[in-house]
């Protein structure tokens, strides 16, 4: 079964509540997810899922969040989901060049209870964990 990291940054709540309703999302697919934390999160435990989504606000992800997604980069499928910003270029630009065009950027706005953000990032998950061979997508 196919496990998928979710890291939210832990100061905003409504990081933790996207994160909550994407695991739930993805459990109607049959694929696992763990939630936890940026600051508890390390590059060598996140190694081991099949895919890492980087969920929270504009601003969090030019931290640890980002070394996670480069860390992670090239080995497994990433994505940031970020909530209540709508300038996905911006955090694309924080980026390496040869990462830009690899890594989708999803968002979810600020007061949305279901967002289509949430959706398009299940079906690129689902996308991705079976191109990878581990399941067919239907």
Same mark, same amino acid.
């Given at each position: 079964? &196919?496990?998928?990291? =979710?890291?939210?940054?832990?100061?905003?709540? %409504?990081? +933790?509540?996207? /994160? @909550?309703?994407? !695991? $739930?999302?993805?459990?109607?697919?049959?694929?696992?997810?763990?939630?936890?934390?940026?600051?508890?999160?390390?590059?060598?435990?996140?190694?081991?899922? &099949?895919?890492?989504? =980087?969920?929270?606000?504009?601003?969090?992800? %030019?931290? +640890?969040?980002? /070394? @996670?997604?480069? !860390? $992670?980069f090239?080995?497994?499928?990433?994505?940031?989901?970020?909530?209540?910003?709508?300038?996905?270029?911006?955090?694309?630009?924080?980026?390496?060049?040869h990462?830009?065009?690899?890594?989708?950027v999803?968002?979810?706005?600020?007061?949305?209870?279901?967002?289509?953000?949430?959706? $398009?990032?299940?079906?690129?998950?689902?996308?991705?964990?079976?191109?990878?061979?581990?399941?067919?997508?239907?």
């Amino acid at each position: 079964m &196919d496990t998928v990291a =979710l890291v939210h940054y832990q100061r905003d709540a %409504r990081a +933790h509540a996207v /994160a @909550l309703e994407l !695991a $739930a999302q993805l459990h109607k697919y049959e694929i696992r997810s763990q939630i936890g934390d940026v600051t508890h999160s390390s590059a060598h435990e996140l190694i081991y899922f &099949d895919a890492l989504v =980087l969920i929270g606000p504009l601003h969090f992800s %030019r931290m +640890h969040g980002l /070394a @996670l997604i480069k !860390a $992670a980069f090239g080995f497994r499928p990433v994505a940031l989901l970020l909530t209540g910003a709508t300038d996905t270029d911006r955090v694309l630009r924080l980026l390496p060049k040869h990462m830009r065009t690899g890594v989708p950027v999803f968002t979810v706005g600020p007061e949305e209870v279901v967002s289509p953000g949430i959706d $398009a990032l299940v079906t690129w998950l689902r996308s991705m964990l079976g191109a990878g061979g581990y399941r067919s997508v239907s």
